[in-house]
């Protein structure tokens, strides 16, 4: 799929998706941010990988300052800064397969609304990077969305579809947790099963929990 997010749904277009979300996909927005926060502590060193236009990030700051967030897209970062206002976040250019952080630089590195799958990248490098800039006695956080959510999650794409924001999604190659587009993108979701096969391989204690029936978070204590 290559990098779409910074291709084509980066910036104004990426607010714009959210803007348009209906009423229980925002109320899983909104569960997403609040189980986050409930992890971080005042003074944590925190990142998120895949920040876009600052959504979370400019959330996570109100509990603390030391607070970063990387993407692959110059524009939504750009839009990040003109919309954080007084908001003390450090947005880099970043890959977050490649991040140039240091070893054991974070306590907290979260990475939400299904990134781990959307993102179209070697899925143990992510979590291996992620774990690598925490330190110990820290938390990495992945979430997916629960399988139930499903027909929520169409009905959100096919209203992003329907505004140019993605293209047409091709209703017969989509399905079970996957959404194709004829333009190319395609994201699935991660379930409890490949997470914790994933987390085994890499040696990782993993807890899994379902919040809110939209989201799966996958946490990994270091």
């Known amino acids: 799929m290559g990098n779409y997010y910074a291709r084509k749904l980066s910036a104004r277009r990426l607010r714009r998706c959210y803007e348009l979300a209906p009423p229980r ?16 502590e005042a003074g944590a060193r925190v990142l998120e990988l895949g920040c876009g236009y600052g959504r979370v990030v400019q959330r996570l700051a109100v509990k603390t300052k030391n607070i970063v967030g990387i993407d692959t897209s110059a524009a939504s970062l750009a839009l ?48 291996q990077e992620a774990c690598r800039i925490t330190q110990t006695g820290g938390l990495v956080l992945f979430s997916s969305y629960a399988e139930k959510f499903w027909p929520n999650r169409l009905a959100w794409f096919r209203i992003q579809a329907r505004h140019g924001l993605i293209g047409e999604i091709d209703e017969e190659a989509s399905g079970q947790g996957v959404i194709v587009c004829r333009d190319g993108f395609r994201a699935g979701t991660l379930g409890p099963a490949e997470f914790a096969g994933l987390a085994a391989d890499l040696n990782l204690k993993a807890r899994i929990s379902e919040v809110d029936g939209s989201s799966i978070f996958f946490e ?3």
């Open 25 to 40: 996909i925002k109320r899983y927005l909104e569960a997403e941010i609040e189980f986050v926060l409930a992890r971080v």
């Open 80 to 127: 990040a800064g003109e919309m954080g206002g007084e908001s003390a976040c450090d947005l880099l250019l970043m890959n977050a397969l490649a991040p140039g952080f240091a070893e054991r630089q974070f306590d907290l590195v979260i990475c939400i609304q299904n990134g781990l799958a959307a993102f179209g990248v070697d899925q143990r490098q992510l979590v």
């Open 220 to 222: 990994i204590q270091l």
